[in-house]
């Protein structure tokens, strides 16, 4: 498998540090608010990434964090005049709702912030025992030009990036581009004990505190936006190898963009879109295939227009799994027909290339709809052995899962009713009782159910 390595600019070979074991950090939401499809992205880009690295036999630890506690929250918790603890965990419950409609698999751990306070003032302590950090009336920043190697990851010349920094109103660093580890309290702001006196973490010390903690002092990816290549990313690198006095993270993997109706998605342009508004129309599933059929590191465009492809493209492969069932089921005895299975086989092999290549999703959907016209064209409404629907029913399930789509597949009682109907229907037709017939099939059709007569016997799929 070759990866594009943020840091590198490039393609690599993934080799990870143990042959059997991957260890991936991905960055998780600040939770003050709904989550938003540009959060969605690398939700759904990363469990697909974790799902294929299990799928070609690694085991993998994946640890994705929630910032329980920031300014953000802390602002929240004020307008609403509660808590910051309860404006977390009624975004963290929140989080699952979409996460699990989006068919996100739980990670290994899931750490907040406030859980991992002790390990954070460690790591402070040892960076200013390294001469990397220094303490300001109970502020404490980190020494950016102490570290030589600032700004490989966004690419960035160190002069470029102090030529755009600015010193804010009450900071008091040494240099602009220094920033902060942890932040004396403001009153009313919550606050831990720290040898730098009442205070709480910055945001980036956070996740090298639990990267150190969950994962160790060197990871095989890190992941998450691009937008947090810089300075969030950069500012990670710089705190955890300057304490560890090791590499961070072997290679750094970045999801694209997302605009929307072609114009990137803001708050202050009005054009910000949440992962539940969306899914209440349109259904979760929709907004994970269409987060998952382009490549990552592309921008993508969210517009009403692509959301009916994407809707559409799932009912198609909904309505294949579906007649697959029905092929299974009325399969004749006849010889296996190898030729067809080594080439149902094969959509497998195309499918893995594709992932092989820097985790190219839009490619391996497009494997699995060549899968799909094989099925329509050489199983569907022909005589075919039960071990050749078989095999094209399993190549079929195991592309989907490594995906994450076709969760949402139709419950068996759902499906006996239909059925029992259908049986009911061709009773009538067999005794020429054809309007009880028309109206099994009018009652159906209102329920959504579409029908339709082949030699094998009737088929149904759902609008």
Not at 11 to 36: L, R, W
Not at 240 to 248: K, L, R, V, Y
Not at 352 to 367: Q, R
Not at 394 to 409: A, H, P, Q, S, T
Request: charged residues 30%; hydrophobic residues 35%; negative net charge.
């Amino acid at each position: 498998m070759k990866i594009y390595n943020t840091m590198t600019r490039q393609k690599e070979e993934f080799i990870p540090n143990d042959p059997k074991e991957v260890k991936i950090y991905a960055c998780g939401p600040t939770v003050y608010n709904y989550i938003h499809i540009g959060n969605a992205r690398p939700l759904c880009v990363f469990d697909v990434l974790r799902r294929y690295l299990e799928y070609r036999g690694y085991n993998v630890k994946f640890v994705q964090n929630f910032t329980d506690v920031d300014d953000k929250i802390i602002k929240r918790a004020n307008e609403e005049g509660t808590t910051f603890e309860e404006i977390s965990k009624k975004y963290i419950d929140e989080f699952w709702t979409d996460a699990n409609g989006l068919n996100f698999k739980k990670a290994t751990v899931h750490p907040k912030a406030t859980e991992n306070i002790d390990e954070i003032i460690n790591i402070i302590k040892t960076l200013e025992e390294k001469g990397y950090a220094y303490a300001v009336d109970g502020d404490v920043y980190f020494r950016t030009l102490k570290f030589k190697d600032y700004g490989e990851l966004s690419h960035q010349p160190i002069e470029d990036l102090q030529s755009g920094a600015r010193i804010a109103v009450g900071e008091k660093k040494e240099n602009p581009l220094d920033f902060a580890l942890w932040k004396a309290a403001k009153e009313g702001e919550p606050y831990w004990e720290s040898p730098w006196g009442k205070g709480r973490p910055g945001w980036h010390i956070e996740c090298s505190a639990m990267n150190k903690r969950y994962l160790g002092d060197t990871i095989d990816i890190h992941c998450g936006g691009q937008d947090l290549i810089f300075p969030h990313h950069e500012n990670e690198i710089a705190q955890s190898e300057c304490a560890n006095g090791c590499t961070f993270a072997k290679y750094w993997m970045h999801n694209g963009y997302i605009n929307v109706d072609n114009v990137k998605m803001s708050k202050s342009l009005g054009n910000f879109k949440t992962v539940r508004e969306i899914a209440n129309v349109y259904g979760y599933e929709v907004i994970r295939y269409f987060l998952i059929s382009s490549h990552y590191r592309s921008p993508i465009n969210y517009s009403l227009e692509i959301i009916e492809q994407c809707k559409s493209a799932l009912e198609r492969l909904y309505t294949c799994r579906q007649s697959l069932d029905f092929a299974i089921k009325n399969a004749k005895d006849v010889p296996d027909d190898t030729e067809l299975i080594d080439r149902l086989n094969s959509r497998r092999d195309q499918f893995i290339k594709a992932m092989d290549d820097d985790l190219n999703t839009a490619d391996g959907v497009a494997a699995i709809f060549d899968l799909v016209k094989d099925i329509n064209t050489s199983i569907l409404d022909k005589d075919v052995s039960e071990n050749v629907c078989n095999t094209a029913a399993k190549v079929f399930d195991e592309l989907c899962d490594v995906l994450g789509i076709l969760y949402n597949r139709k419950s068996n009682d759902v499906d006996a009713d239909i059925e029992a109907l259908i049986e009911k229907r061709q009773t009538a037709r067999a005794n020429k009782d054809w309007a009880t017939a028309d109206s099994i099939r009018d009652e159906l059709k209102a329920k959504g159910i579409i029908l339709k007569d082949t030699p094998q016997g009737v088929t149904w799929t759902k609008e």
